[in-house]
């Protein structure tokens, strides 16, 4: 039987597995999907199933295509490995530091947010 998008959503990237590995393993199930998937929802789906760490890094990226994400994520890894991330640095065991806090005091005056609508939107009777 051929799996279905919920199995590719379930799974995880194994502890010693590398990104590409994984990508790997994750593609082969998703060409066997049916009906097939959309580049788009492969890259979609495929990130939501990395660890918070890739999934943090790379959810600001518009990839273009599987190969862009899998480049990226071996960018990613070997970035963990040189300990180039504050965040890898941080929490791993051989060092005993926190990672910084960055606080801001609300000043007297300060707005959260502001909504309005907007002017197209408004018909004559609302002006």
């Not at 590409?20 to 199930?29: N, V």
């Not at 049916?34 to 890094?57: A, S």
């Not at 606080?103 to 502001?114: M, P, Q, S």
């Amino acid at each position: 039987m051929a799996p279905d998008r919920n199995q590719l959503q379930s799974m995880s990237k194994r502890e010693h597995e590398s990104i590409k590995e994984y990508a790997q393993r994750w593609r082969d199930l998703a060409a066997q999907v049916i009906p097939p998937m959309t580049e788009r929802e492969m890259i979609t789906i495929m990130v939501d199933t990395l660890p918070t760490f890739y999934y943090e890094k790379l959810i600001g990226y518009m990839l273009a295509n599987f190969a862009d994400l899998v480049f990226t994520g071996e960018r990613i890894e070997s970035g963990l490995r040189k300990d180039k991330f504050e965040y890898a640095s941080s929490v791993s065991p051989n060092k005993n530091r926190r990672a910084p806090v960055v606080a801001t005091r609300k000043k007297e005056g300060d707005t959260h947010a502001v909504t309005t609508a907007p002017t197209w939107m408004k018909t004559p009777q609302n002006a």
